[in-house]
T-cell receptor, first 113, second 113 residues
Framework: DQQVKQNSPSLSVQEGRISILNCDYT??????FLWYKKYPAEGPTFLIS?????DKNEDGRFTVFLNKSAKHLSLHIVPSQPGDSAVYFC????????????FGGGTRVLVKP | GAGVSQSPSNKVTEKGKDVELRCDPI?????LYWYRQSLGQGLEFLIY????????KSGLPSDRFSAERTGGSVSTLTIQRTQQEDSAVYLC???????????FGSGTRLTVV
């Protein structure tokens, strides 16, 4: 059973516009959520995170929103840049959920100049 | 070193042979994780080491897979009698605590022919 799902396998956006990536989870024991970015032939790199006690966290062009009642989070990238083209993974973790990151399937983002 | 180091970066092996993949975590990181990413798939959890505790092996797909972590540092993932479905990128990550996320290595691309 997939506890973390990213239902959009790909997303194409024009440079300068907003990219919105969505993620849904099923395990209410998750208490911390993270987004990772992955370029080809490299390991994933940490992008931004949010604790379950918050509903928003912002870092520069990146903002993560958490809706606990809907078990949904999203990542907004504004403005999108060509260098943002990568695969983005949503991940969740919780001490009561095994203490290890559970990843979604990823969303491939292409930012067109 | 400054990051998580994995070796080899690429490995091509014949079906039925055994392979060993190595991970050098960041010094001082108590937690070490192995994940794999098959073509077009998300990151699949394999095994998790935390300090001196018994490892969480719940993600190992079969008894052909095993891993050890010597001296709380270097880890080796061993796959015996490799099969074609074992072909994937094997990623190692280390962490110094739950809320800090993971630092990933660049992975080992394993191809079983």
């Amino acid at each position: 059973d997939q506890q973390v799902k990213q239902n959009s396998p790909s997303l194409s956006v024009q440079e300068g516009r907003i990219s919105i990536l969505n993620c849904d989870y099923t395990n209410s024991m998750f208490d911390y959520f993270l987004w990772y970015k992955k370029y080809p032939a490299e390991g994933p790199t940490f992008l931004i995170s949010i604790s379950s006690i918050k509903d928003k966290n912002e870092d520069g062009r990146f903002t993560v929103f958490l809706n606990k009642s809907a078990k949904h989070l999203s990542l907004h990238i504004v403005p999108s840049q060509p260098g943002d083209s990568a695969v983005y993974f949503c991940a969740a973790i919780g001490r009561a959920a095994g203490n290890k990151l559970t990843f979604g399937g990823g969303t491939r983002v292409l930012v067109k100049p | 070193g400054a990051g998580v180091s994995q070796s080899p970066s690429n490995k091509v092996t014949e079906k039925g042979k055994d392979v060993e993949l190595r991970c050098d975590p960041i010094s001082g990181h108590t937690a070490l994780y192995w994940y794999r990413q098959s073509l077009g798939q998300g990151l699949e959890f394999l095994i998790y080491f935390q300090g001196n505790s018994a490892p969480d092996k719940s993600g190992l797909p079969s008894d052909r897979f095993s891993a050890e972590r010597t001296g709380g540092s270097v880890s080796t993932l061993t796959i015996q009698r490799t099969q074609q479905e074992d072909s994937a990128v094997y990623l190692c990550a280390s962490s110094r605590g739950l809320i800090y996320g993971y630092t990933f290595g660049s992975g080992t691309r394993l191809t079983v022919v």
